[in-house]
DNA sequence: GCCCCTAGGTTTTACGTATAACGTCGGAGC
DNA sequence: GCTCCGACGTTATACGTAAAACCTAGGGGC
C-alpha cells in the first residue's frame, strides 16, 4: 500500500514494512522459521506480506535453488480429448506436489524451431513424453533430463522409467469377447503411427485369434481421422472373398470411420458386422450404435505418468506395474449371423 | 566436452572455451555484437557453444530482464478439441515471438489452491482467459497482470482487450437457414453454462425467430454432455403442445445427446425433426446423418488472443474484428414435413 | 565469575544472465 | 605530435531469492 509504485514487491519490501531483515521474510515464508524467527515476529512478516500483496519470484526462487518445479509434457497432438485427460491428470498431482506442467505437443511442433526446450520458455526439471510423439524423442534423450515415458517399450527405453497402460490385456479382452461371439473372420483397422503401443496391438490381436483354429486376420492401416479410416475401410471391406465379421479398430476415431464406411457399403452394424473401438471417447456413446470399446483411464495416466517422474526426481523407486484397461460392451457388438 | 561435471555449462563455461568474457558470450549469443565483436570472435564463441552444449538458463534471463516470456491461457478443461485448438493456435504464434503458453483449465481448476499464479509455477507476462471459466477470473483480475479476454462481453470487460467470435452470426445463419427451409417451431437446446457466449447465442436465436411471424421458441437447458443433453431433450420434446421440428443446440456435444434424445422418441433426423450444432468438433461428422452446424476456428482463435496479447504486452493497439464463422449444412436438416 | 548455549535474529553470498559503463589500441585528421 | 574516434572488447553490477555463516544478549550451570 505505501508504495505508490508499480512494480511488484518483493520480499525486502515485505521485510521493511514487517521491521525484519529479508532474510527473516525468507525463512518465515518458506515456513523454516522454526526456532529462529519469534511467532510474533513471523506473523507481522505474514501480515505485512498479505497487506503489499506479495508474491515470490519465481525467476529468482528457480534460479537460486536451481530447480524449476516444472515439468514438460510431451504429447502428440490434443485432437482427442486423451491426452487431454492425461494432461489433467498429470497437472493435478502436479499441483498437489507444487509442480507446474507445460505442454508440448509434437508432431505438428509449435513453431519454426520444432524445438520442446526452445518452445517451452522455462528450465524444466524433468519430461514426461509419450512414445507417439516420436519425432521429439531424440531432442528429448539429448537433453539428459529425468525421463518418463508412456506407453513406451520397457526393453527400448534404455534405463528411462516407463508407464503402461495395459493395452495388451484390452486388446485381449476385445478378442475373447468377440471370439465368444463366434466371430473367425477379422478385419484389424491399425492406425498408421509408428508407436510401440500400436505394434502391442496388432501383435496381441493376431496371438489370441490365431489361437482358435479357422480364424483369419486381415490388416487396413490409416492415419488416425474419421476420413482416412472411412477410406480405408471401404477399400479392405470391398475385396473378394469371404467378408470379414469383426472390425477391430485401434482407436474410437477409426471406429467412427469405419462405421460410415460399413453403412457406405450398405450393411448394418452389428447385424452384418461387429465394430470395436479402443479409448473411450465421447464420440463412442455419441454414435449409433453405442460403440463398444476398451475404457483407458487417460487421467490417471498422467497422474501416474507425473507420481512416476516426482519418484525419479526424488531418487525413489517408481511404482511399477501397468494400468489396468476394462472393455466396455456396448451395441456394436453381436454374435455373427 | 572438457568438463566432466555434471551440471550444465553457464554462459561462462562457454566465454572460457571461446577464449573471451561472459560478456561477450551474451552479446554475441543475444545478437547484440554487431558493431561491438568481431566477426571472428563471434564465430569462435557460438562453436564453443554447440560444442558444449550450451542453453541459457531461462530462470537468470527470465530474472535479468524482469518478464518470461511466458503467457497462461486460462481455458474451462480441455474436455473437447476446442479449447485444445485454442490452444495450439495461441502456442504456434506464442513460438514464433519467442514466448511459451501455459495452461490452466478451471472449472475443475488443478490441485488445492485453486490459483491459477500459484499452480502455473512460473512467472507470467500476461494472460489470456476465456469468460467461461468464471471462477478463475476474480483472480485474474486482482492479478493486474496485461489481459486479453476470449468471447467476452467487450462493454462489460473494463478496458481488458477482448477477442470474440462472431457468434451472433453464426446463431443468424442458422436461424436463417431454418427459417428458410420452413420451420417454424423452435426448440433451443441452450447449455447451462454462465457465460456471456451463451447468452448471445439465446438473445440473436430469438430475436432472428421472432422477426418472422408465427414462431416460436421454447429454451431447454443442460450442462455440456451427452448424457444430460439426452435427459434434457427428452423432458422438453415429452411435453404437451406441438412438438418442434427444429432443434437448435448451443454446442455439437448437446446435438449429440439431443439425437439419441430423438431417436429414443422413436423420430427421426432430419425427417420428424432437424438439429444443428454449433462447434463442429470431430464428433459433428461422426454421427449419422452428419450434423449441420456452425464451424468455429478454434486455431485461429486461438492465434488472435495471443497477436492481441502480444499487441498490448508491446503497448500497441490489439487488432479489432470478431473472427467470421461459418455454417456448414449437412444431412441434420431439412424442410419439415 | 566465566563459559557456553539458545533464541532470535542479521549480514552476506551465490545462482546465471544482460547490459551499462569503462578501457585500449591503432589509425585518420590536421 | 596530438587529438579523436571507431572497433573490439572487458569489468562491474543488478535482478530477487534462499540459506550459510555470523552476531548478540541473556540465562543456566558450575
Redesign the interface.
Known sequence: MARGSTTRPTSRDVAQAAGVSQAAVSLVLGDKWRGRVAEATAERVREAARELGY?P????R??RLGR???VLLVVP?????FF?GV??GA??V???H??????Y?SP?G????RDP?A?????LDGVIASSMAADALSAIR?EALPLVMLDSDPEGSLGAATVNLDIADGVRQVAEHLLGLGHRRFLHLAADVPSWTFEVRARELATRVAAVPGTSVVTARSPIS??DAVAATVRALSETGPRPTALVCDDD?LA?GA??AV?RLGLRIPDDVSVTGLDDL??A????PELTTVRLDAELFGERGMRALLAVLEGREPEGGDIPVRLVVRGSTAPPR
Open positions: 508474491r519470484n519465481l525467476a529468482a528457480n534460479l524449476t518445479r516444472t497432438a490434443l485432437t482427442t480429448e487431454a494432461y489433467t497437472a493435478r502436479a499441483a498437489e507444487g509442480f507446474g506442467v507445460v505442454l505437443p505438428e509449435i513453431g519454426p524451431a526446450f518452445s517451452a520458455q522455462a528450465a539429448g474419421i476420413e476415431k467412427a462405421y460410415k453403412r465421447a464420440l456413446t455419441a454414435i449409433d
